[in-house]
Nanobody, 120 residues
């Protein structure tokens, strides 16, 4: 019903930047909440940032001031601009969304994840 495809991950040095993208497709009428989560090896998946359909945002304390979430509703796409990256930001980053589709309201749709590695 809803497919989420992330892109933009990779290897970056500490202090560097990356921009993640997540494009949603399917029989979508509208997308409500869109978010980025991450999961480091041996750790639980954690919320990084969330953006509502109206544009309001919230961030994990660990990324405030460094990461920016944004969205393009016309493209059903959410972005995560990550600056001043640290080794602790190394994780698989997942896109998450709630959407109204032709089959009804769908919560907690997940992408396949994209690896971000911060290392010198």
């Amino acid at each position: 019903q809803v497919q989420l495809v992330e892109s933009g991950g990779g290897l970056v040095q500490p202090g560097g930047s990356l921009r993640l993208s997540c494009a949603a497709s399917g029989s979508i009428f509208s997308i409500n909440r869109m978010a980025w989560y991450r999961q480091a090896p041996g750790s639980q998946r954690e919320l990084v940032a969330v953006i509502a359909s109206g544009g309001s945002t919230n961030y994990a304390d660990s990324v405030k001031g460094r990461f920016t979430i944004s969205r393009d509703n016309a493209k059903n796409t959410v972005y995560l601009q990550m600056n001043s990256l640290k080794p602790d930001d190394t994780a698989v980053y997942y896109c998450n969304a709630d959407a109204l589709t032709a089959s009804g309201y769908v919560r907690n749709c997940w992408g396949q994840g994209t690896q971000v590695t911060v290392s010198s």
